[in-house]
């Protein structure tokens, strides 16, 4: 089955500075990848994804690409804000079945 | 308001004890799902249901049970809880396997 892996595990940035978080996969029939944040005590809220017919897609202060060939893909933050601070979760689709990366907990210092 | 509900939030129980989490959507949603999360592993999905009296197994189904008889609802059943099942849990919804998957607030287990 698929596998999503996951980096780094944790990552702590100055307020204003870029983050990115860099995830890999196996299955390369996998079409479907979104990013999720989760704040503290809540459930994860999708942010961005991007199907695999696409090779980059923008909103806002975040973004993701996507390349195929070497199957990774990654999210981009910039002008991170203390807001930004949580987990986030790559993920990969294939058919019916979503597979997650183990995290990354961002921590943005004001 | 849009949502998915799950119940109860925190539960002990006792290893052996039938429970079940009830899920609950209100977005017409076709596809449901159950998480489990737990600390270095992500997110791993227990079961998945693409409609009405339709279920899979995910990549961690041992030990659980679903049933999709309405719509709205995806109860996850724990037939006999063991420590190992001790997890934050989640449930989602979504149109379909490749859009948006609307979370749970999440559900806390933890068996003795």
């Known amino acids: 089955g698929e596998n999503v892996e996951q980096h780094p595990s944790t990552l702590s940035v100055q307020e204003g500075d870029s983050a990115v978080i860099k995830c890999t996969y196996s299955?390369?029939?996998?079409?479907?990848f979104p990013w999720y944040k989760q704040e503290l005590g809540k459930g994860p809220q999708l942010i961005i994804d991007i199907r695999s017919n696409v090779g980059e897609k923008k909103d806002q202060r975040i973004a993701v690409t996507l390349n195929k060939t070497a199957k990774h893909f990654s999210l981009h933050i910039t002008e991170t804000q203390p807001e930004d601070s949580a987990v986030y979760f790559c993920?990969?689709?294939?058919?019916?079945?979503?597979?997650f990366g183990a995290g990354t907990r961002l921590t943005v210092k004001p | 308001e849009a949502q998915v509900t799950q119940n109860p939030r925190y539960l002990i129980t006792v290893t052996g004890k039938k429970l079940t989490v009830t899920c609950s959507q209100n977005?017409?949603?076709?596809?449901m799902s159950w998480y489990r999360q737990d600390p270095g592993l992500g997110l791993r999905q227990i079961y998945y249901?693409?409609?009405?009296?339709?279920?899979d197994k995910g990549d961690v189904p041992e030990g659980y049970k679903v049933s999709r008889k309405e719509k709205r609802n995806f109860p996850l059943i724990l037939e006999s809880p063991s420590p190992n099942q001790t997890s934050l849990y989640f449930c989602?919804?979504?149109?379909?396997?490749?859009?948006?998957?609307?979370f749970g607030p999440g559900t806390r287990l933890t068996v003795l």
């Open positions: 249901s693409m409609n009405v009296e339709v279920t």
């Open positions: 989602a919804s979504s149109l379909s396997m490749r859009s948006e998957q609307f």
């Open positions: 299955d390369s029939a996998s079409n479907y």
């Open positions: 993920a990969a689709s294939i058919d019916n079945d979503m597979r």
């Open positions: 977005m017409n949603h076709e596809y």
